[in-house]
Structure formats: structure tokens, C-alpha cells
């Protein structure tokens, strides 16, 4: 089974930018799609940003135009650029991988968004 290990969290202020990295033990060609969700305190969790094998991108409107999804199939890993962020933004990001309706999860990075 893939196991997914994010990194890149961190505490950033407002207008600020972080890149999340989702290393993977194993081919991420393996899964239909990669991604990143998020879950911020006291809430539901939330979809960020999604890349298929074939390399199509999806946001949703929330992220879209200031985050980025990107892959690097050599190392097996998928990357979420964020720029302009927001305190809104604040939460766990998880990566993702993807088949049907079955879910592999990392166990996430926090990303703090001061004001």
C-alpha cells in the first residue's frame, strides 16, 4: 500500500505564499487521481485541488487562481503551491490518493495564516 508523507506546512502571514509537498512510497500512477483536501478547526473537511494521471487540474472556486497543483512523476511526489493566502486558510492539508471511491490519506501538514 502507498503511504503519503506531506511536509511544507508552516505559520505564513496574510498575502504570504507555501509550497506543500505529498512524498509518496510508491508510484502515484497507481492512483486516478492525486490531491489535497484540508480540514480547518472545528470543520468539515474540505477538497483543495486535484491532478489526474493524465495531468488535468480541478479547484474549487475558493482556491482557484491562488493555488497551484503540480506532479513530479520521477519522485513520486505532488506539490500544492499557495499563494495569496488568507486566514481562511488556515487548517490540516492532507494529500490524497485516489480510485473510485476509495481513499489512501497522509496524515497531514498544518498551514497557520495570521492576519
Known amino acids: 500500500q502507498v503511504q503519503f508523507v506531506e511536509s511544507g506546512g508552516g505559520l505564513v502571514q496574510a498575502g504570504g505564499s507555501l509550497r506543500l509537498s505529498c512524498a509518496a512510497s510508491?508510484?502515484?500512477?497507481?492512483?486516478?487521481?492525486i490531491g489535497w483536501y484540508r480540514q480547518p478547526p472545528g470543520k468539515q473537511r474540505e477538497w483543495v485541488a486535484a491532478?489526474?494521471?493524465?495531468?488535468?487540474?480541478d479547484y474549487p472556486d475558493s482556491v482557484k487562481g491562488r493555488f497551484t497543483i503540480s506532479r513530479d512523476n520521477a519522485k513520486n511526489t505532488v506539490y500544492l503551491q499557495m499563494n495569496s493566502l488568507k486566514p481562511e486558510d488556515t487548517a490540516v492539508y492532507l494529500c490524497?490518493?485516489?480510485?473510485?471511491?476509495?481513499?489512501?490519506w497522509g496524515q497531514g501538514t498544518q498551514v497557520t495564516v495570521s492576519a
Open positions: 490524497y490518493g485516489r480510485n473510485e471511491d476509495v481513499y489512501q
Open positions: 510508491g508510484s502515484t500512477f497507481s492512483f486516478n487521481s
Open positions: 491532478i489526474t494521471r493524465g495531468g488535468l487540474t
